[in-house]
Antibody
Framework: EVQLVESGGGLVQGGGSLRLSCAAS????????MTWVRQVPGRGLEWVAN????????YYVDSVKGRFTISRDNAKNSLYLQMNSLRADDSGVYFCASGGHCDFWGQGTLVTVSS | DIQMTQSPSAMSASVGDRVTITCRAS??????LGWFQQKPGKGPKRLIY???TLQPGVPSRFSGNGSGTEFTLTISSLQPEDFATYYCLQHIIYPYTFGQGTKLEIK
Protein backbone atom coordinates (compact mmCIF):
# COMPACT_ATOMS: atom_id res chain seq x y z
CA GLU A 1 0.00 0.00 0.00
CA VAL A 2 1.35 3.40 -0.97
CA GLN A 3 1.94 5.68 2.00
CA LEU A 4 3.09 9.28 1.89
CA VAL A 5 3.63 11.13 5.16
CA GLU A 6 4.43 14.83 5.12
CA SER A 7 6.11 16.66 7.98
CA GLY A 8 7.92 19.91 8.72
CA GLY A 9 5.05 22.35 8.57
CA GLY A 10 4.48 25.01 11.19
CA LEU A 11 4.25 28.71 11.95
CA VAL A 12 6.97 30.94 10.52
CA GLN A 13 7.40 34.67 10.14
CA GLY A 14 7.34 36.26 6.73
CA GLY A 15 10.79 36.12 5.14
CA GLY A 16 11.65 32.96 7.02
CA SER A 17 12.34 29.42 5.86
CA LEU A 18 10.91 25.93 6.31
CA ARG A 19 11.87 22.55 4.99
CA LEU A 20 9.08 20.08 4.32
CA SER A 21 9.68 16.36 4.12
CA CYS A 22 7.66 13.52 2.66
CA ALA A 23 8.41 9.93 3.68
CA ALA A 24 7.33 7.43 1.04
CA SER A 25 6.68 3.71 1.30
CA UNK A 26 4.82 0.95 -0.51
CA UNK A 27 6.29 1.57 -3.95
CA UNK A 28 9.66 1.76 -5.67
CA UNK A 29 10.39 5.39 -4.89
CA UNK A 30 13.33 5.83 -7.26
CA UNK A 31 11.17 4.81 -10.23
CA UNK A 32 8.70 7.66 -9.86
CA UNK A 33 8.49 11.40 -10.34
CA MET A 34 7.26 13.16 -7.19
CA THR A 35 5.13 16.26 -6.78
CA TRP A 36 4.25 18.98 -4.25
CA VAL A 37 0.78 20.57 -4.31
CA ARG A 38 -0.59 23.16 -1.91
CA GLN A 39 -4.04 24.28 -0.81
CA VAL A 40 -5.18 27.34 1.06
CA PRO A 41 -7.73 26.04 3.60
CA GLY A 42 -11.19 26.25 2.07
CA ARG A 43 -9.75 26.98 -1.37
CA GLY A 44 -8.58 25.02 -4.39
CA LEU A 45 -5.44 23.09 -5.22
CA GLU A 46 -2.28 24.64 -6.66
CA TRP A 47 0.47 22.56 -8.28
CA VAL A 48 3.81 23.74 -6.86
CA ALA A 49 6.67 21.63 -8.21
CA ASN A 50 7.75 18.20 -9.35
CA UNK A 51 11.00 16.28 -9.71
CA UNK A 52 12.09 13.46 -11.94
CA UNK A 53 12.86 10.05 -10.42
CA UNK A 54 16.63 10.69 -10.55
CA UNK A 55 16.45 14.37 -9.60
CA UNK A 56 17.73 15.49 -13.00
CA UNK A 57 14.65 17.55 -13.90
CA UNK A 58 12.68 19.92 -11.70
CA TYR A 59 9.76 22.17 -12.54
CA TYR A 60 8.10 24.93 -10.53
CA VAL A 61 5.10 27.23 -10.63
CA ASP A 62 6.26 30.79 -11.34
CA SER A 63 5.20 32.14 -7.92
CA VAL A 64 7.80 29.98 -6.12
CA LYS A 65 10.69 30.01 -8.60
CA GLY A 66 13.89 31.23 -6.97
CA ARG A 67 12.45 30.76 -3.47
CA PHE A 68 11.51 27.05 -3.25
CA THR A 69 13.69 24.05 -4.07
CA ILE A 70 12.39 20.54 -4.55
CA SER A 71 14.79 17.67 -3.92
CA ARG A 72 14.81 13.99 -3.09
CA ASP A 73 16.94 11.35 -1.42
CA ASN A 74 16.25 8.03 -3.08
CA ALA A 75 18.31 6.16 -0.48
CA LYS A 76 15.91 7.42 2.18
CA ASN A 77 12.71 7.24 0.09
CA SER A 78 12.16 10.88 0.88
CA LEU A 79 11.04 14.01 -0.91
CA TYR A 80 11.76 17.53 0.29
CA LEU A 81 10.66 21.11 -0.30
CA GLN A 82 12.99 23.84 0.93
CA MET A 83 10.97 27.03 1.20
CA ASN A 84 12.82 30.35 1.61
CA SER A 85 11.69 33.98 1.66
CA LEU A 86 8.25 32.85 2.74
CA ARG A 87 5.28 35.14 2.21
CA ALA A 88 1.81 35.20 3.68
CA ASP A 89 0.35 33.84 0.43
CA ASP A 90 2.53 30.72 0.77
CA SER A 91 0.35 29.66 3.72
CA GLY A 92 -1.64 26.50 3.25
CA VAL A 93 -1.61 22.74 3.46
CA TYR A 94 1.22 21.19 1.46
CA PHE A 95 0.68 17.73 0.00
CA CYS A 96 3.20 15.43 -1.56
CA ALA A 97 1.99 13.13 -4.31
CA SER A 98 3.59 10.20 -6.06
CA GLY A 99 4.07 10.24 -9.78
CA GLY A 100 4.29 13.15 -12.15
CA HIS A 101 0.51 13.11 -12.44
CA CYS A 102 -0.33 12.89 -8.72
CA ASP A 103 -1.26 9.22 -8.52
CA PHE A 104 -1.40 8.97 -4.72
CA TRP A 105 -1.39 11.69 -2.06
CA GLY A 106 -0.42 12.18 1.54
CA GLN A 107 -2.55 13.88 4.18
CA GLY A 108 -0.63 17.14 4.06
CA THR A 109 1.25 19.41 6.44
CA LEU A 110 0.10 22.91 7.36
CA VAL A 111 2.32 25.91 6.77
CA THR A 112 1.34 29.26 8.27
CA VAL A 113 3.31 32.36 7.38
CA SER A 114 2.66 35.35 9.60
CA SER A 115 2.99 38.79 8.07
CA ASP B 1 -0.43 29.08 -18.26
CA ILE B 2 -3.29 26.79 -19.24
CA GLN B 3 -6.51 27.77 -17.48
CA MET B 4 -8.80 24.95 -16.39
CA THR B 5 -12.41 26.02 -15.89
CA GLN B 6 -14.72 23.68 -14.05
CA SER B 7 -18.48 23.88 -14.03
CA PRO B 8 -20.50 24.03 -11.99
CA SER B 9 -18.51 25.32 -9.01
CA ALA B 10 -21.09 23.79 -6.69
CA MET B 11 -24.13 21.61 -7.04
CA SER B 12 -26.58 19.68 -4.93
CA ALA B 13 -27.92 16.28 -5.85
CA SER B 14 -29.63 13.27 -4.32
CA VAL B 15 -28.48 9.71 -3.74
CA GLY B 16 -29.09 7.78 -6.96
CA ASP B 17 -28.81 10.82 -9.25
CA ARG B 18 -26.60 10.91 -12.32
CA VAL B 19 -24.16 13.83 -12.14
CA THR B 20 -21.79 15.33 -14.70
CA ILE B 21 -18.99 17.80 -14.02
CA THR B 22 -17.25 19.60 -16.87
CA CYS B 23 -13.69 20.84 -17.18
CA ARG B 24 -12.61 23.08 -20.06
CA ALA B 25 -8.99 23.84 -20.94
CA SER B 26 -7.91 27.18 -22.40
CA UNK B 27 -5.94 25.27 -25.04
CA UNK B 28 -5.79 21.70 -26.25
CA UNK B 29 -4.29 19.21 -23.81
CA UNK B 30 -4.91 15.97 -25.70
CA UNK B 31 -5.94 13.42 -23.03
CA UNK B 32 -3.52 14.65 -20.36
CA LEU B 33 -6.12 15.12 -17.66
CA GLY B 34 -6.90 13.58 -14.30
CA TRP B 35 -9.91 13.79 -11.99
CA PHE B 36 -9.58 13.87 -8.21
CA GLN B 37 -11.94 13.60 -5.28
CA GLN B 38 -11.26 15.35 -1.99
CA LYS B 39 -13.10 15.00 1.31
CA PRO B 40 -12.72 17.47 4.18
CA GLY B 41 -9.43 17.18 6.03
CA LYS B 42 -8.04 14.58 3.61
CA GLY B 43 -5.61 14.50 0.74
CA PRO B 44 -7.17 14.15 -2.71
CA LYS B 45 -7.68 10.78 -4.32
CA ARG B 46 -7.25 10.23 -8.03
CA LEU B 47 -10.31 8.71 -9.73
CA ILE B 48 -9.50 8.96 -13.43
CA TYR B 49 -6.27 9.36 -15.41
CA UNK B 50 -5.58 9.91 -19.11
CA UNK B 51 -9.04 11.53 -19.26
CA UNK B 52 -10.98 8.27 -19.28
CA THR B 53 -9.07 5.48 -17.51
CA LEU B 54 -10.46 4.43 -14.15
CA GLN B 55 -7.90 4.27 -11.34
CA PRO B 56 -7.75 0.70 -9.99
CA GLY B 57 -10.07 0.26 -7.03
CA VAL B 58 -12.35 3.16 -7.97
CA PRO B 59 -16.01 2.15 -8.40
CA SER B 60 -17.25 1.79 -11.96
CA ARG B 61 -20.00 4.38 -11.40
CA PHE B 62 -17.27 6.95 -12.05
CA SER B 63 -16.35 7.60 -15.66
CA GLY B 64 -14.36 10.19 -17.58
CA ASN B 65 -14.62 11.38 -21.14
CA GLY B 66 -13.19 13.95 -23.50
CA SER B 67 -10.02 15.11 -25.21
CA GLY B 68 -8.61 18.37 -26.48
CA THR B 69 -10.31 21.12 -24.51
CA GLU B 70 -13.50 19.64 -23.05
CA PHE B 71 -13.72 16.89 -20.46
CA THR B 72 -16.41 15.40 -18.28
CA LEU B 73 -16.56 13.38 -15.09
CA THR B 74 -19.80 11.45 -14.66
CA ILE B 75 -21.07 9.65 -11.58
CA SER B 76 -23.81 7.33 -12.81
CA SER B 77 -25.64 6.81 -9.51
CA LEU B 78 -24.58 8.95 -6.57
CA GLN B 79 -23.77 7.18 -3.35
CA PRO B 80 -23.57 8.86 0.08
CA GLU B 81 -19.77 8.60 0.10
CA ASP B 82 -19.52 10.55 -3.18
CA PHE B 83 -20.40 13.88 -1.63
CA ALA B 84 -17.08 15.69 -1.83
CA THR B 85 -15.17 18.25 -3.89
CA TYR B 86 -13.88 17.24 -7.33
CA TYR B 87 -10.93 18.70 -9.24
CA CYS B 88 -9.46 18.26 -12.69
CA LEU B 89 -5.72 18.57 -13.40
CA GLN B 90 -3.96 19.13 -16.73
CA HIS B 91 -0.48 17.61 -16.88
CA ILE B 92 0.77 18.30 -20.38
CA ILE B 93 2.30 21.79 -20.07
CA TYR B 94 4.13 23.31 -17.10
CA PRO B 95 3.02 24.65 -14.79
CA TYR B 96 0.41 21.97 -14.35
CA THR B 97 -2.92 23.52 -13.36
CA PHE B 98 -6.04 22.43 -11.51
CA GLY B 99 -9.61 23.45 -12.06
CA GLN B 100 -11.11 25.53 -9.27
CA GLY B 101 -13.14 22.61 -7.95
CA THR B 102 -16.76 21.45 -7.89
CA LYS B 103 -18.36 20.96 -4.49
CA LEU B 104 -21.02 18.27 -4.61
CA GLU B 105 -23.50 18.51 -1.77
CA ILE B 106 -26.48 16.47 -0.68
CA LYS B 107 -29.86 17.87 -1.70
Amino acid sequence: EVQLVESGGGLVQGGGSLRLSCAASGFIFNNFWMTWVRQVPGRGLEWVANIKYDGSEKYYVDSVKGRFTISRDNAKNSLYLQMNSLRADDSGVYFCASGGHCDFWGQGTLVTVSS
Amino acid sequence: DIQMTQSPSAMSASVGDRVTITCRASQGISSSLGWFQQKPGKGPKRLIYAASTLQPGVPSRFSGNGSGTEFTLTISSLQPEDFATYYCLQHIIYPYTFGQGTKLEIK
